[in-house]
């Protein structure tokens, strides 16, 4: 299994991104996927996570400006950021939880992709 995250750039204070992390591979479900993020010299941390059947969660620091979803026919899932500020500046990583064809859930990791907000 594989997950191959995108959208990640260089936007403006108060501009909009999204991104998209696609799973992939001998799949038989995706539970709990998210997003974390990792900021230069801190930890990483939860932004927003989504279930297969649509309830999400957020951090504090980014409600009201980031939206969670998903497409279960594809296996994706998408985080819209509006508004964004300075501090979002990170590397976000997408997650998902995927029980296989063997039928055992493993936890999987996207490779990142770095969201840059500055003027």
């Known amino acids: 299994v594989q997950l191959q995250a995108s959208g990640g750039g260089l936007v403006q204070p108060g501009g909009s991104l999204r991104l998209s992390c696609a799973a992939s591979?001998?799949?038989?479900?995706?539970?709990?996927m998210g997003w974390y993020r990792q900021a230069p010299g801190k930890q990483r941390e939860l932004v927003a996570t989504?279930?297969?059947?649509?309830?999400?969660k957020y951090a504090d620091s980014v409600k009201g400006r980031f939206t969670i979803s998903r497409d279960n026919a594809k296996n994706t899932v998408y985080l819209q950021m509006n508004a964004l500020k300075p501090e979002d500046t990170a590397v976000y990583y997408c997650?998902?939880?995927?029980?296989?064809?063997?039928?055992?859930?493993?936890?999987?990791w996207g490779q990142g992709t770095l969201v840059t907000v500055s003027s």
């Open positions: 591979g001998s799949i038989f479900r995706v539970n709990v």
């Open positions: 989504i279930t297969s059947d649509g309830s999400t």
């Open positions: 997650n998902a939880a995927v029980i296989d064809r063997t039928f055992k859930e493993r936890n999987y």
